[in-house]
Each structure stands twice: as C-alpha cells, then as structure tokens.
C-alpha cells in the first residue's frame, strides 16, 4: 500500500513539472512575435537608452529621397526663403531612440524600419522658370540687342546694350562668358531650371569668417532638424 502511494505522489510531481517545462518553451517561442510589434513605445524611466533619434550614426537609418519637379528639374516645392526642404528618415529596425516631431509629443520608440524618427535638411535651389539654354542661345544669337538681359530681368543693362549694339559686340562676347559661367543669373535671385544632373555651379565663397571645417567637426555640424 505505502508503494501504491509513493508511486501515485511521483506520478503527480512529474506532471506538474512537465507542465512547467511545456510552458517554458511555449513562451520562449512565443517571445520574438510578442516583441515585434509594429510600434512598440519603451518607458525610458526602465530603459538608460534615451538618445535623440537624430543623433543616429550613418547605417542606423535611412532617409527618404526629395521628390523632384519635372518641370523645374530640382526638388518639389522648394521655398524662395530657405534653401532647403525635410525629408522623413527610418531608424533601422529594433532602433530604439526619442522621436521628437512638430505636433507631437516626444517619446522613447522602437522603430521597425517605417516608422518616421526624425527629419533631415536637403539642399535644394528654388528656381522660377528662367532657363539656363535659353539664356545662352539668347545671349549668343540676339546678344547684342540686349535680350538675354531682359529675359533675366535687367531692362537698364539690356536698354543700354540695345542701343550701343552689345556696346559694340565687346559686352556681349562679357555676357556670354559670364552665363555660360553662371556668374549672371535671374535677378529674382533664383536659380536657372537646368537637368538635376547638369552643369550647374556653386559658388564657395571665403572670408575672415569663414573657415575650413574637418570631417570630424563637420558630423557635428546641425545637419537636421528633428522638431519640424
């Protein structure tokens, strides 16, 4: 009888332990699909990772490319008053940084590689339908009339060239150096509508405030602005 008993208490501790393992296992597999989520917020007061999402090194995200006008070949919508638009950039997956975006509130995210954690300047140059081609086949074949310079919008120098033959041929051959050159643009102060992948050129200009920043300093530079 005492046999009987010591082997019914064995078999009950045996199935309560193999509960137990089974349920281990259940939950360690389970474990990866409860943690990917497609938006999982962490409270940083149990986590010490509180880094801004714009502070990600290059390969820990990925920024979305500026869409591109067709009509002026740069980048859509570009304003007049600032030479740059923001475009949305994609922590990698399992990052986990503070996003902080204009109109909401700032938080600690895990990002799954399409959630939005910050935004990035892009160089753009905001043009207003002045061509470059146009300007110098005007400037080469109509020159001396003074018409490249009422396309680009001086009538004084294009009066005065008009009347004088391009000051006698001498400032057109000036003027068709200085556009072909791009020192002579629209007078709006735009930028000429050319191929994105032209011959454009930018002028780097220095002076007394001005210096040569090394490639250590310039990845501290405020490249992106995260609050907008």
């Known amino acids: ?43 940083s007061s149990h986590d010490g990772n509180d880094t801004d999402c714009s502070e990600l ?16 070949q740069q980048v859509k919508d570009c304003p007049q008053e600032k030479s740059f638009v923001l475009v949305d950039c994609l922590p990698a997956p399992d990052i986990i940084c503070r996003t902080c975006l204009r109109g909401q509130e700032c938080k600690l995210q895990k990002h799954n590689g399409t959630t939005v954690g910050f935004r990035k300047a892009v160089a753009c ?8 081609s146009v300007a110098l086949l005007l ?27 391009g000051f006698m041929f001498l400032g057109q051959l000036v003027d068709i150096l200085l556009i072909a050159t791009q020192v002579v643009t629209p007078a ?13 050129l930018s002028r780097i ?10 490639q250590e300093d310039a990845g501290r530079l405020p490249m992106c602005d995260n609050t907008s």
């Open 1 to 43: 009888m005492a046999m009987r008993r010591r082997y019914t208490f064995h078999s009950y501790f045996c199935d309560i332990t193999s509960c137990k393992v089974l349920l281990v296992l259940i939950w360690w597999v389970s474990l990866p699909y409860l943690l990917d989520s497609e938006n999982v917020q962490v409270d």
């Open 57 to 72: 090194l290059e390969g820990q995200y990925h920024c979305l490319q500026a869409k591109i006008d067709p009509d002026t």
């Open 125 to 132: 140059k905001w043009t207003n339908g002045k061509s470059f």
């Open 139 to 165: 400037s080469i074949f109509l020159g001396m009339f003074g018409i490249d310079r009422f396309y680009l919008g001086y009538p004084a120098i294009g009066l005065l060239k008009f009347c004088t033959l």
């Open 188 to 200: 709006d102060g735009s930028h000429y509508v050319m191929d994105y992948y032209g011959a454009g």
């Open 205 to 214: 200009d220095r002076n007394n405030y001005t210096f040569n920043v090394s």
